[in-house]
C-alpha cells in the first residue's frame, strides 16, 4: 500500500541520500565494491527517471520528484 506523503518534498539532497542508502544496502548483500553511480537531475519529460549502467549513471526528473514524493521515497 502506497502512502501519500502531503508534507514530504523530496529535494535532489533527498534524493541522493536514498541512492547513497541503497548502494551501501547492496554493498552488506553483495561482496562486490561499487562506487556512487554519478547522479543527475533533469525537469523536463514524463518520465521520473533512468539508470544507464554502462556510464555508471542515474538520472531523476526534480520536477515530478517534488510532485510525487511518494513515489521517489524508499
Same mark, same amino acid.
Given at each position: 500500500?502506497?502512502?501519500? &506523503?502531503?508534507?514530504?518534498? +523530496?529535494?535532489?539532497?533527498?534524493? =541522493?541520500?536514498?541512492?547513497?542508502?541503497?548502494?551501501?544496502?547492496? &554493498?552488506?548483500?553483495?561482496?562486490?565494491? +561499487?562506487?556512487?553511480?554519478? =547522479?543527475?537531475?533533469?525537469?523536463? @519529460?514524463?518520465?521520473? @527517471?533512468?539508470? &544507464?549502467?554502462?556510464? &555508471?549513471?542515474?538520472?531523476?526528473?526534480?520536477?515530478?520528484?517534488?510532485?510525487?514524493?511518494?513515489?521517489?521515497?524508499?
Amino acid at each position: 500500500m502506497l502512502i501519500k &506523503h502531503e508534507n514530504i518534498q +523530496m529535494t535532489p539532497n533527498d534524493i =541522493i541520500s536514498e541512492v547513497k542508502k541503497t548502494v551501501d544496502f547492496a &554493498h552488506q548483500i553483495f561482496p562486490i565494491i +561499487m562506487p556512487l553511480p554519478k =547522479i543527475e537531475f533533469f525537469s523536463r @519529460g514524463r518520465r521520473g @527517471g533512468s539508470a &544507464h549502467y554502462e556510464k &555508471h549513471k542515474v538520472e531523476f526528473n526534480e520536477i515530478l520528484a517534488k510532485e510525487n514524493p511518494d513515489k521517489f521515497h524508499n
